[in-house]
Nanobody, 126 residues
Framework: QVRLIESGGGSVKTGGSVTLSCVVS????????MGWFRQTPGKEREGVAS???????RYSDLVKGRFTISRDVNNNTLYLQMNNLHPGDSATYFC????????????????????WGQGTEVTVSS
């Protein structure tokens, strides 16, 4: 069974930085596409960044140049380094990975995001 467990959320002031981590387990192979999404109350979940099975990176225009996605294949961990944060980045951040999207998943950036973590909250104050 695939499991994704995020950590690293918290509160920070404008201009600050936060790093999110997501430990993934349950895959029989490690070349999968993964990504980060975020959601605020009343809004659709939006893609933040993704990394393909071949390592290609993609970013939302809203975070390009400020956020960096990376992964440690040996430790099955996905990261999101977030710099120069502002209040508009406040949201619950979800780690997502490749899987069957028929039960509420999302197809984005050439990746079928079918598995989701529980979310971790990031709050940026001015």
């Amino acid at each position: 069974q695939v499991r994704l467990i995020e950590s690293g959320g918290g509160s920070v002031k404008t201009g600050g930085s936060v790093t999110l981590s997501c430990v993934v387990s349950g895959y029989t192979y490690n070349r999968i596409c993964m990504g980060w999404f975020r959601q605020t109350p009343g809004k659709e979940r939006e893609g933040v960044a993704s990394i393909d099975s071949d390592g290609a990176l993609r970013y939302s225009d809203l975070v390009k140049g400020r956020f960096t996605i990376s992964r440690d294949v040996n430790n099955n961990t996905l990261y999101l380094q977030m710099n120069n944060l502002h209040p508009g980045d406040s949201a619950t951040y979800f780690c997502a990975s490749e899987g069957d999207i028929r039960a509420g998943g999302v197809w984005l950036w050439r990746c079928p995001f079918g598995y989701w973590g529980q979310g971790t909250e990031v709050t940026v104050s001015s």
